[in-house]
């Protein structure tokens, strides 16, 4: 937790309501989402029980299973949720549009991409293991299941891989999303449940933010966001529910669990939508879309996979896939951060107080300075920055502002000692002032203008240099057999 969170931590105890860290949304949010709601069976890894899903706040649909330790319910509610979430996901593969590549091929990317939105990180893990658990069935020989199934497995296997990638939206927990953007007054573990989260940001009228959530602890009145289930819930409901339904399995008996199962997801399929609302009442952030533009870009690239009848994917990665695949978040972690500080200064002021970046006033400038003589001369305009906040960057180092993209600067000297109350920083800027004898106009701050340098950059990382799959060293397993699925691949000890 950084010292600006803790801050506002404190001040939302002081006020009785969530404080604001951001100044806007960094996430995206789709203007069709499909909010999905799952529970499970407790005790049973991957045994759905319920969910509730759908794009209409109004038209919730209710999926059960009546007997979830019956594999052909839950096969056959796997069908089910196929029958919403296919359809959802495959709309988005009609319209596309050409996007142009420098040094490239031109390339097809489709115009918008499915969100799905869960209620916590535990729903978005849930999601995989439904998607681990299907993937691999077969729809022929022994033990067949409905073609939608194992198709909808390997959505599902996608949605939660391409959760763990920092800044992607394609499936978001709504839990991670609000604390994103809002302090609370309790304990990050506290803020993992969804109805006291959701008090603290908008407590109701003539309550403080502490007293909704104290009211929100509640299971009779706000049941567990999932996939967990209250204990009390399903001793005293649904298990009299369920013995109810193996005596006699008759559509009363399936009906009493549905209505059952409703009023434990009612109350969180309304705290979801309250929390889409909570966030597109955010201004976006400038580099959300281009992060979006990625997602659609994953997207379109898996639906092509799918289209050239590409297999299941793989249990578990390689040696050199599972290396790539960790250089691939660390990448898109530390490009993540620095986007978010770049679009937000509240969130740049956390990286002030640590000295990676400083803010202050342009007190000169010097727009046609140069260096070098002859063909060798070089525009080299310099800037005096007068700054209050700590400067730890050494002479030399590069700067980038997030006020000018493409705009970089070398810091040519700091005067002033550390505890004095401000101190100038000459900059000579060595990037995006155009090519021209005289700079672009705007391009050099002016006299008077307030700025932010920070040594935090989102320039092109290039890929890790990993051998190749069949080059992998012995003391990794060595060359990884090719993968073919089998049925060995659908045995799981919890499936």
């Known amino acids: 937790m950084s010292a600006l969170t803790a801050l506002a931590r404190l001040r939302a105890i002081r006020d009785g309501v969530a404080q604001p860290i951001t100044t806007v949304r960094h996430c995206h949010v789709a203007p069709q989402p499909m909010v999905f709601v799952p529970l499970a069976l ?21 999926l059960v299973v009546p007997q979830p330790r019956n594999r052909d319910l839950r096969f056959a509610f796997t069908a089910e949720l196929a029958e919403v979430v296919l359809p959802y996901v495959e709309g988005f593969r009609k319209d596309t549009e050409t996007v142009e590549r420098r040094g490239g091929e031109p390339y097809e990317r489709c115009l918008e991409a499915p969100q799905i939105l869960v209620p916590n990180r535990q729903g978005a893990a849930f999601v995989g293991l439904l998607g681990r658990s299907t993937r691999f069935r077969r729809i022929d020989g022994p033990y067949p299941v409905h073609p939608s199934v194992p198709l909808l497995g390997r959505w599902l296997t996608y949605f939660a891989d391409r959760s763990q990638q920092p800044g992607s939206c394609l499936l978001m927990a709504a839990t991670e999303a609000l604390g994103l953007h809002w302090a609370t007054g309790q304990s990050g573990l506290e803020d993992a449940n969804l109805a006291t989260l959701v008090s603290w940001i908008d407590p109701p009228a003539g309550m403080t933010g502490a ?15 999932g996939p967990v289930t209250d204990p009390g819930f399903d001793n005293e409901v649904l298990a009299p529910a369920v013995h109810a339904y193996e005596e006699a399995p008759t559509e009363h008996s399936v009906e009493r669990i549905a209505q059952a ?19 597109r009442a955010l201004p976006e952030g400038t580099r959300v879309r ?7 870009g994953s997207f379109t690239r898996f639906t092509e996979r799918l289209a050239e009848g590409g297999p299941p994917q793989a249990r578990r990665d390689g040696a050199v896939g599972a290396a790539a695949r960790l250089a691939g978040l660390e990448r898109a972690r530390a490009s993540y951060d620095v986007q978010r500080a770049y679009d937000d200064p509240l969130v740049m002021a956390e990286y002030r107080l640590t000295g990676e970046a400083f803010a202050g006033t342009v007190t000169a400038a010097d727009p046609e300075h140069t260096e070098g003589e002859g063909r060798s001369r070089k525009l080299r305009p310099l800037v005096t920055v007068t700054t209050a906040d700590p400067v730890r960057q050494a002479p030399g180092t590069v700067v980038g502002s997030p006020d000018r993209r493409g ?89």
């Open 211 to 225: 007293q909704a959530a104290l009211e929100a602890e509640d299971p009779l009145l706000w049941p567990p966001a």
């Open 290 to 296: 281009e992060r979006w533009e990625t997602d659609r």
């Open 407 to 495: 705009h970089a600067a070398e810091i040519v000297e700091i005067s002033g000692d550390e505890g004095v109350e401000a101190v100038e920083v000459v900059l000579k800027i060595v990037k995006g002032m155009g090519r021209g004898k005289s700079p672009t106009p705007g391009s050099v701050p002016e006299i008077g203008e307030r700025v932010t340098y920070t040594s935090l950059t989102d320039d092109f990382q290039s890929s890790a240099a990993l051998p190749d799959p069949e080059l992998t060293p012995w003391t990794h397993g060595g060359p990884p057999q090719e993968y073919v699925p089998s049925d060995e691949d659908a045995q799981e000890e919890w499936s």
């Open 42 to 62: 407790s005790g049973e890894a991957a045994a759905p029980l319920a969910a509730m899903i759908g794009t209409d706040p109004g038209h919730p649909r209710l």
């Open 261 to 279: 199962l409703r009023t434990q997801l009612d109350p969180t399929w309304r705290l979801m939508w309250r929390a889409v609302e909570l966030l």
